[in-house]
T-cell receptor
Framework: RKEVEQDPGPFNVPEGATVAFNCTYSNSASQSFFWYRQDCRKEPKLLMSVYSSGNEDGRFTAQLNRASQYISLLIRDSKLSDSATYLCVVRYDSGTYKYIFGTGTRLKVLA | NAGVTQTPKFQVLKTGQSMTLQCAQDMNHNSMYWYRQDPGMGLRLIYYSASEGTTDKGEVPNGYNVSRLNKREFSLRLESAAPSQTSVYFC???????????FGDGTRLSIL
């Protein structure tokens, strides 16, 4: 089993739709969680950190469920410009400073 | 706001040639990382440096060496390039703790 798993998609949604992605992680010692966005093999860019109480940034909402070991990303009112691959990242507090990346979920927002 | 700067952006090598990929960050971060990304494989960690003066292997270190030259700079060297090392290489840095990583814009490397 992969340490961090994501549905690769693609998720094809119309403009204005709400879409949600989940990401599961296997190590309960995971401490820090992030969502990144990556466009067409450009560098990953931080979208948002995920906090225990959940957090929102404009149209984006991130949630953490430690009991079930998953994080989620909700995008409301999808824009064409949201089309990208969304990467889930988990960092373990093991002193190794490693970040574990999922392989990403591809989103296509259709006009 | 340079952030993480990688050079070169593109490179074509012949099998057996050597080269060094350069990475520098201006955010005073302690930790730096080298990843490669291949289609369908996601990001894979090659080497990382938790702090100046230390380096450690990631999941795919074979065929690579690194140098943490100072706090700002972390270079990746291919001693004898092989076609299997054709990839996009990303450098990243972070402050550590619960802070995220920040990425450079990558080096596209082709080995013929």
């Amino acid at each position: 089993r992969k340490e961090v798993e994501q549905d690769p998609g693609p998720f094809n949604v119309p403009e204005g739709a709400t879409v949600a992605f989940n990401c599961t992680y296997s190590n309960s010692a995971s401490q820090s969680f992030f969502w990144y966005r990556q466009d067409c093999r450009k560098e990953p860019k931080l979208l948002m950190s995920v906090y225990s109480s959940g957090n929102e940034d404009g149209r984006f909402t991130a949630q953490l469920n430690r009991a079930s070991q998953y994080i989620s990303l909700l995008i409301r009112d999808s824009k064409l410009s949201d089309s990208a691959t969304y990467l889930c990242v988990v960092r373990y507090d093991s002193g190794t400073y490693k970040y574990i990346f999922g392989t990403g979920t591809r989103l296509k927002v259709l006009a | 706001n340079a952030g993480v700067t990688q050079t070169p952006k593109f490179q074509v090598l012949k099998t057996g040639q050597s080269m060094t990929l350069q990475c520098a960050q201006d955010m005073n971060h302690n930790s730096m990382y080298w990843y490669r990304q291949d289609p369908g494989m996601g990001l894979r960690l090659i080497y990382y440096s938790a702090s100046e003066g230390t380096t450690d292997k990631g999941e795919v270190p074979n065929g690579y060496n690194v140098s943490r030259l100072n706090k700002r700079e972390f270079s990746l060297r291919l001693e004898s390039a092989a076609p299997s090392q054709t990839s996009v290489y990303f450098c990243a840095s972070s402050q550590g703790g619960n802070q995220p990583q920040h990425f450079g814009d990558g080096t596209r490397l082709s080995i013929l």
